[in-house]
């Protein structure tokens, strides 16, 4: 036998020399004692990520066989549906759960009313039918809210300047009945109106679509961190004012408490707590809270984050990133929509090799 083969054995690991009796501290833990190997790490280790763990934002756009780059998340691109649907496959292939879609709209289909939200045969739809065709096993959830749709790149209607909630609600339930009709399997509304779950959900199953789920962005802030997507879906540019009217101040965290519970209550499937890292607190207050389905979202401007410093050589961006994802799954997380899960994925499946 090897002499090699070796790691079932219990052989001793290589120790430095133990300090003179009179030199030691009379400790009893010694927590390093549980850190002193990489088996050992492994042994008490509390929480893994593994890919089925992640949700994949992709970017569509018009055309054919185009991918174009967006330009503040380097390594992202809008793909055209049919490179949407290769992309699918090889996300299907390494085992990656469900895609997130997310439509740049041409300037000249934007209006007032975000109507091409309401467009069976929009960009979105399109996708959907066409992964959901050649891709059947990988979920699909589609956003619902109007902000790639409207010239002023508000998420509802709006009126003498202000963004109208009951109005924008109607509207975002024939939006959701476009999508789940076109195919998908999750909707998840974004835009953070009062009441729109509960109406989506009664929209849902009047059609007959009881088996579509509902993830709910329940606990959604006004953040900064969502710059880099307003750039990939195009509302950068239309975007007047900001979101702070309806999307939550990041000073509190009581009252993701109370918007989480009033989803739940409307028929919500899971719930989602956005932007991710600096809003962990706020994972593990909802997850321990409820102990229902919980995702965070790591968004454009923690990818973006990352990669530039990845990119300077600042930063281990693996590290950083298998880091980051970790630290969701042990704030609570059953799941996090991140930019990465394709290079996570591919990682997990090279280690798993090891
Ligand atoms: N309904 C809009 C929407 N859906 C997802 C994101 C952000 C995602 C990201 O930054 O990665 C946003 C941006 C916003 O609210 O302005
Ligand atoms: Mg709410």
């Not at 030199?23 to 890919?51: D, F, G, I």
């Not at 974004?190 to 009441?195: A, E, I, L, P």
């Not at 990041?250 to 009252?255: F, I, K, L, M, T």
Request: proline residues 6%; charged residues 25%.
């Amino acid at each position: 036998m090897s002499s090699r083969v070796t790691p079932f054995t219990g052989a001793p690991q290589p120790q430095a020399a133990p300090a003179p009796a009179h030199e030691r501290l009379a400790l009893s833990h010694r927590p390093r004692r549980n850190r002193k190997s990489e088996w050992a790490r492994r042994l008490v280790r509390e929480n893994v990520l593994t890919t089925d763990d992640l949700i994949w934002p992709i970017f569509v756009v018009a055309g054919e066989n185009r991918r174009d780059p967006v330009a503040s998340m380097p390594g992202v691109e809008r793909l055209t549906v049919d490179h949407a649907v290769r992309e699918a496959a090889r996300a299907a292939e390494l085992g990656i759960p469900c895609l997130a879609l997310f439509p740049y709209t041409d300037r000249a289909l934007r209006d007032e009313a975000g109507s091409e939200a309401l467009n069976p045969d929009n960009l979105v739809c399109r996708a959907v039918r066409a992964i959901k065709k050649e891709v059947p096993e990988i979920g699909v959830l589609t956003d619902v809210a109007l902000d790639p749709y409207t010239s002023h790149g508000h998420d509802g209607l709006m009126r003498d300047g202000r963004i109208l909630n009951d109005e924008t609600v109607a509207v975002l339930v024939k939006q959701a009945l476009v999508q789940a009709e076109a195919g998908c399997d999750v909707v998840a509304p974004s835009d953070m109106m009062d009441g729109r779950i509960g109406a989506i959900r009664q929209g849902l199953d009047e059609a007959g679509l009881l088996d579509v789920q509902i993830m709910a962005y329940a606990a959604k802030y006004a953040s900064a961190f969502y710059g880099p997507f307003r750039d990939a879906v195009g509302s950068s540019a239309t975007l007047t004012g900001d979101k702070r009217t309806y999307q939550m101040d990041p000073a509190n965290g009581d009252e993701a408490i109370r918007e989480v519970g009033l989803d739940l209550d409307e028929g919500a499937d899971m719930v989602m707590v956005k932007p991710g890292m600096p809003y962990l607190d706020i994972v593990h207050r909802v997850k321990t809270t409820f102990g229902v389905p919980t995702f965070a979202y790591q968004v454009s401007g923690e990818y973006a984050m990352i990669r530039a410093a990845a990119d300077h050589g600042w930063l281990d961006g693996e590290k950083a990133m298998i880091e980051s994802l970790l630290a969701f799954k042990r704030a609570g997380a059953d799941g996090v929509l991140t930019y990465f899960a394709v290079a996570v994925a591919e990682k997990l499946k090279a280690s798993a090799w090891r």
